[in-house]
């Protein structure tokens, strides 16, 4: 027990300030509720999901700076796709969104070991041509999102044969977020992909001379970030209920929960939860800075200053562990 | 058989030439687009579009030059954008109420303190340089507004000489030449002769050999994003000249070129390789490009899938060419 504790000393420390920040808020604005939850599970959404895509990049050593730009090319084709569709054509249209979001991730992926330019350069150009494509699919703002698919992420959790009452504080958004990251990364996470995951990022080369191949597990990598990309663009469509070709803040908020949920960037350490977490804590902050009427561009500079202080304590601390 | 010996060779000397003299491709590079320029708008190519073309280079070369310096060490300065368009901000509020050299010392300070802060990250808390950087820039630019909300009554004026440097022309070439030939020369002098300058590339190519032979990192680091910082101030304060409008995000769409102009120009992101002169001409190529990308009238979108694709396919040529290994 004490080793689980201590093996996940940063996700349970973001775990409590989550708790923390939650009575915050309710002691804050008494009667922040289900409702409250709701729309901040659904806000969330997005970034949670751009953050773990960019968690899995980082994980496996690399850094994909285009992830904004392939949420919008996302979310234009799933919203050009859904207008005036039928419930089983919007099925069909999510599956080709999700698609769409490998596809994007496995070129990105590929042209960084095949033109062998850094990650950070590579995905720098392909910002630009995703926000191109995006562009091209829809020039303003349009498109329609099914209504079943706003309904997954819309309102509590109601399970037959179970009071609403015990059920309904669960935000749909939340279990929707928890199936995603559960139904792609966990059996990833267990198979021999996942432990590659995190063997070329903690040492190439090691990697390399231990039988991974090296190539094809970074295009795999980023060919999840990707699908999460697709996720997260299809969320901003479900929760809009339109397309929107102009990338919104995902790119930076996403890097600045991965870091925060103890993802060490260069690769190797950390898991999903921490980010997750790390997400709704960033999101709360900003709320309860909201609701205590701050000026929302002071709250921008809280965001920061949490991030950056987070990191430097962060710094020194591993410094002071290698030091003992 | 000698057919088959032949082209190798032939390919191995060149790219040793290539790769001892990395300029001579990328100005290949850029005397071709400009050809093709030509070929596409005959009659383009006059004295008006080539000052033209160096003046919205100039901002972009300099804003450049803060990439160019902290990747030398492999490092990177994504807070450029945010402290160029806080300068000029500060610079353009501040000169209606207390004067223009006051003005633009306060927002030098500024900038000062923005590139101290990431020096202080980077090089004592040993912070990623990505994360410190973005995150300096998160919360400057939310400084940045919430103190527009105090001057939002005061209104902007643009200090004199700044118009000058930023739009004018002397002998049909633009003024801010003045201030961007010596600065070029200064930088291209002093990454190679001056001890700073060589301490850049040893911290960038091997921070334990650096450190072991005596380099006090910490203070490269801390010098060199403080500097960082201030070039990135001086660039908002031309390119407040050059736009003549005060917005909260001047520079802001300045800022991936810049990384990408750098990286165009050879300096390699990890560290040890490149210069600021293959960066000046890295963003020319870009400004170049742009030029040429517009005059395709293309839709927006295809612009930008272009733009991508030409950055990714020169630094990957351009990698391969270069390669020593």
Redesign the interface.
Known sequence: MMRVLSNNGWTVGLAGLLVVLLIATKLIQPNFGVSGLDSLARAALPFALATVGMAVVVIAGG?DLSIAAMMSVASVTGAVLMDGATDGQAGLAVLAVLGVGLAMGAINGA?IVL????D???T??????W???????L?APGGAAAPWLRGLIVGGVTLPGVPAALTEWLPKAVVFLLICVAVIWLPIRRSKLGLSFYAIGSDTLAAFRSGVAVGQTRVAAYAVCGLFAALGGLAVTMSTGIGEPIPGPYL?AS??AV?LGGVV??GGRGGLLGPILAVFVLRLVRLDLTLLSV?P?????????I??VV??LG??L??RGRRA | MTMAADPPSVLSRFSRIMADRPLIPLILLLIGLVVVLQIMQPGILNERWISNTMKFAIPLAMLAACQTLTMLTGGIDLSAGTVATIAAFVTATLTPLIGAPEAIGIALAVALVVGLLNGFGVAICRVHPLIMTLGTGLIATGCLLVYQRFVISTGTEIPGFLVWLGTGRTLGMPNGLFVFVPFAILLIWGQRRTGFGRLLYAVGSNEAAARLSGVRVWQVHLALYSLSGFIAGLTGLLYLGLVKTASLSLALPLDLPSVAAAVVGGTSIFGGRGGYGGTIIGALILTVLATMLTLLQMPEGGRRILFGAIILAVTAVYIRLTDRT
Not at chain 1, 297 to 305: P, S
Request: proline residues 2%; hydrophobic residues 75%; glycine residues 8%.
């Open positions: 850094i042209l033109t062998r330019v850094p950070i350069v590579v720098l150009a392909m910002l630009f041509v926000q191109g494509v995006a562009l091209l699919i020039n930076l890097v600045a870091v960037l260069g000026d561009n002071v709250a921008a500079i809280v965001e920061g200053l991030m950056v990191v430097m710094g020194v591993a410094m």
